[in-house]
């Protein structure tokens, strides 16, 4: 009893002090906004602060780089700090890769989300640097592709304190600083939600999860839309490749098959530049965004050019 009143209390107390501390931040200077079909401008994101969960490789680190090349503030908040034997990349080094551009900037920290303590400490450790948060890309995510006989309790648990929770608390933490922001944004790596049985067949629990993260991101655009903070779901249209991928059983055929992470970085980039006033409650595609741009010729991003694509999950043909 003890426990939960004092662990009450300090969670209380951090709220307040975030509270305080965001009263005293200067507002960010309004950018010039990209639109749809049009140009956006290289340094659409000086001055602003983004903050990536599961940044350290894949999708998040290339996500990272685009932003930093057009002069945002990224944090790499991950778990990962020693090299995995299987995975490449932590969050130093990633913070590295991108302060070596010379554009931009990289704050690696640490970050386990499925810890609610540790998401408040590292979004009030980002303030202290940066003096706010203008966009927050949820992408850290987990997965377990089997059916309910074959996913334990464990792996049940990880998908939805990483995937649901995770997203949500992260943005709670983040949300008296994108009030305060000129352009926030949220953007949750989720897919378009699809009820045909077949997400539901092969691998139920993953599925639910995804969806469930479709489902934030639809609620932080109702929620936060008296704020103008834009909150869209992205998803690709190919599969991606990852480190992930290449891990599979048959990884590289499908590797063969997918196009490079750079795609989503460049479609997220197109979103987070938007005006946040009119581009909220979206389930967008890598694509489809990129086609908006302007952009028709694809090939740069396949990792075997001319090769056919294997569409992502949750994508109808």
């Known amino acids: 009893m003890k426990r939960n009143f004092f ?10 002090e975030v509270l305080a501390e965001t009263f005293s931040l200067p507002r960010v200077e309004k950018k010039e906004l990209g639109v749809v ?15 990536i969960s599961g940044g350290s490789r894949g999708i998040g680190l290339a996500i990272a780089k685009r932003c930093a ?37 990289a704050i690696p920290v640490v970050l386990d989300i499925r810890d609610e303590d540790a998401i408040e400490q590292a979004v009030a450790q ?32 990880l998908m939805f304190s990483i995937n649901v929770r995770g ?7 983040c949300l008296p600083y994108l009030r305060r922001s000129a352009n926030p944004h949220i953007v949750t790596l989720s897919p378009p939600i699809s009820l ?49 991928i290449e891990n599979m059983v048959g990884g590289k055929l499908l590797e063969d098959r997918s196009r490079k992470p750079e795609i989503m970085a460049d479609a997220c ?11 909220s409650g979206n389930f967008f595609i890598d694509e489809d965004v990129l ?22 999950l949750f994508l109808e043909d």
């Open 196 to 244: 045909q049985p077949k997400w539901f067949a092969a691998h139920g629990a993953y599925t639910t999860s995804k969806y469930a993260m479709s489902m934030m991101a639809m609620t932080f655009a109702e929620e936060l839309a008296a704020y103008d903070i834009a909150s869209n779901a992205l998803w690709p249209k190919s599969t991606i490749a990852t480190s992930a």
């Open 37 to 51: 079909g049009g140009d956006v401008p290289d340094n659409a994101l000086d001055n602003q602060t983004v903050f």
């Open 291 to 312: 086609r908006e741009q302007g952009i028709t010729d694809f090939d740069h991003y396949a990792c075997k050019p001319g090769h056919p694509l294997q569409r992502d």
């Open 167 to 173: 997203t949500f608390l992260l943005t709670q933490a």
């Open 69 to 105: 090349q057009a002069g945002a503030t990224v944090v790499i908040a991950a778990k990962t700090t020693a090299p995995h034997p299987k995975l490449p990349g932590t969050i130093y080094s990633a913070a590295d890769e991108i302060n070596q551009l010379g554009v931009g900037k």
């Open 126 to 157: 980002v303030v202290k640097q940066t003096g706010g948060i203008d966009v927050v890309i949820n992408n850290a995510s987990a997965i377990h592709l089997a059916d309910m006989e074959n996913t334990p309790s464990k792996k049940f648990d």
């Open 7 to 16: 662990q009450k209390a300090r969670r209380l107390i951090n709220q307040l």
């Open 269 to 279: 980039y197109a979103v987070i530049t938007r005006d946040a006033k009119t581009c």
